[in-house]
T-cell receptor, first 113, second 116 residues
């Protein structure tokens, strides 16, 4: 079956540092890929998405590129802020049938001032 | 402002009691998902529906969990009898679910369940 693997946390960075959170996937067909973010006490919310190979999703300074050849969708940000502290989830959605969506384990990010 | 609504937000109960969690998906959304979040297991897919029909509930312990959509505006997740290991945050999410949908999900704020 399909699966998503992302780097374990927590990741601790100083403000303005560069962020990378690795995500790789296993899937049949051509899934859409997502990064969701969860702030304390809240549900997940979409951060960015990419629906086909070589697409780049971007939002709020975060970016990720859909790499079919390496089955990866790594999240990057050039300069993190304290407000970026949260848990980040990589996910894939099958584009057939019921759009079944599965998530990675989540990576907790702490950003220090 | 369309959003997914879950009730209750918090529930504390004793082992053996029945627990029902409810979800109102965003109007017009055709897919509804139930996820369970724990520190150890992360975000597990329990069940999901499209046009109110269950598509996959293989993630649920069948002997005690059940999920239904009585109508398009209500999804329920029931645990009977509840056990301490069911303590978790349960999330409902909905999506468009028709051709052209990119698969984006909209999450509720979750129901935090504690079984003593």
């Amino acid at each position: 079956g399909n699966s998503v693997t992302q780097m374990e946390g927590p990741v601790t960075l100083s403000e303005e540092a560069f962020l990378t959170i690795n995500c790789t996937y296993t899937a049949t067909g051509y899934p859409s890929l997502f990064w969701y973010v969860q702030y304390p006490g809240e549900g997940l919310q979409l951060l960015l998405k990419a629906t086909k190979a070589d697409d780049k999703g971007s939002n709020k300074g975060f970016e990720a590129t859909y790499r079919k050849e390496t089955t990866s969708f790594h999240l990057e940000k050039g300069s993190v802020q304290v407000s970026d502290s949260a848990v980040y989830f990589c996910a894939l959605s099958e584009n057939t049938g019921g759009f079944k969506t599965i998530f990675g384990a989540g990576t907790r990010l702490f950003v220090k001032a | 402002d369309a959003r997914v609504t879950q009730t209750p937000r918090h529930k504390v109960t004793e082992m053996g009691q029945e627990v029902t969690m409810r979800c109102q998906p965003i109007l017009g959304h055709n897919t509804v998902f139930w996820y369970r979040q724990t520190m150890m297991q992360g975000l597990e897919l329990l069940a999901y529906f499209r046009n109110r029909a269950p598509l996959d509930d293989s993630g649920m312990p069948k002997d005690r969990f059940s999920a239904e959509m009585p109508d398009a505006t209500l999804a329920t997740l029931k645990i009977q009898p509840s056990e301490p290991r069911d303590s978790a945050v349960y999330f409902c999410a909905s999506g468009l679910g028709y051709r052209g949908d990119t698969g984006e999900l909209f999450f509720g704020e979750g129901s935090r369940l504690t079984v003593l």
